[in-house]
């Protein structure tokens, strides 16, 4: 069994079990016969039932939140914002997977001019679903919604620390089905640690969606080879944000704040570091300043944010502050008294070495590094230095040279004048590159990532050139080779480009 702790005051809140090879491998089986029934029930059937799901969480959503606030120790409005974002996808996957799901004619060319050519996307079959425990909801329905929208059934493996919020999740899953009459496991969870995890990526599901650490990918991945079960990856961060010397400031450090010391930065897309324009910096660093110095942790209603949901994550902010201080770095907001487990008071950096750990790794803490550059090039070029690649932020009063940069960051998602803009947005797809993960979770590319593509050609015709036969006549070669030198052979002349670069 597990237990789970009010990480706040280290109260025991509940037990789970934790299953083993042969519960996961039961659930997996219940869940190809689910998959089948739940495929069976095309769009609009699915369609239906997920926003019943949806209703659902927003009905109850006070108590879904509680759950969250105690199994996390995340503020109940935070929690309740995180219902509203997760509540957002399901409706989108809902209502657009259809249409960028179901088959369609493509166009087969001249060489194949005699075939119809049919693309359409399939369901895997099952997939599974490890979740970790900075946003229970929000990160887990990121993958739950478009695995179920696009025609799978999923097994759930909430974080260890999580599972009553996974539980609730699952079980409210199951009563908006119950509505529409008899229904089959197309939902199922699982609980248990590392190696409950393991054994879903060992079980033969169709696809394996894991969000967590770098590290824990890898191990997922070793796993998952087993049975060539393809992996998708939503890892860590360490996200920047860009502030030029146009920006309006006062929006700046605001996003500044929120974006790092909300959720007590444990937050994947959190900001870690920010890069300003020389001009500004120090205009820029007391507006910071003021804005985080008033945020206090605690598990009040009026605090900020709430205590580490991880105990040994405080170490690891204490160790990063630690070795910034140790190689320079100064503190101008907290320092290490600041960390106190279980919770940490909002820390500002500056002044610290690029090769430091608290520029290069993870912190996941309430924690900002701020350093003064030429320009948003120099600031382009410090934020893409590191292994890490999930979002980013710029800042600018120039659109131009805004959307230039958010272009240029080597990041899967940047918001402009903004920051997180993007995970609210379920058209976007949402994940990162190098070691924050690769595969996308929202939005089209969301639906098609649990999804085989299928391919049809059907011959309506006898073909032009019939050269796929023992049968066929050098004529026929001869034939091919004549059209396709006319086609291609010519020699490439690019057409002069236009004025405009503008996409
Ligand atoms: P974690 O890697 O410790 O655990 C994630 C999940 O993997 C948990 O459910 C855990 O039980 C499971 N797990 C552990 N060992 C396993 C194994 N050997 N095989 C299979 N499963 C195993 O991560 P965490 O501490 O829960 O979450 C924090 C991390 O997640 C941070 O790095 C954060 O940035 C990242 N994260 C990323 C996103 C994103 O969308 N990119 C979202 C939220 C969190």
Redesign the pocket.
Known sequence: MLETVNPATGEVLATFPVHGRREVDAAVAAAREAASWWAGLGWSGRRIRLLAWKSHLIRYMGRLAQLMHEETGKPLDDAKLEIITAVLHIDWAARHARRVLRPRRVRSGLAAINQASTLEYLPLGVVGV??????PVF?PV?SIAYALAAGNAVVF?????TPATGQWLVRSFGEALGVFGSAQPVLQLITG??S???A??RSGVNKIA???????AR??MA?AADNLTPVLA????KDALLVGADADLDAAADAAAWGAMSNAGQT??GIERVYVADAVYHSFLERLTLRVSDLRPGFDFAAAYGPMT?PSQTEVVAKHVADALARGGRAVVGGHDAVSAPYVRPIVLVDVPENSSAVQD?T?GPTLTVKPVVNMAEAVSYANAGRYG?GSAVFSGDRRAAMNAARSLRTGMTSVNSVIGFAVVPALP???VGE??FGRIHGADGLREFCRPKAITRQRMRPLFNVLTFGRSDKDVRRLVMVMTLLHGRLYRPRRAKSSSRP
């Open positions: 490890i979740g970790p425990w900075n946003y990160t990121g493996k909430p974080s260890e620390l640690g590392g409950t995890g393991e879903l990526a894991f969000t967590g650490s770098a590290a824990t191990k997922v796993a939503e890892c860590g961060g994947c897309v991880l993870e996941f999930l949402f994940g990162g924050s993960g």
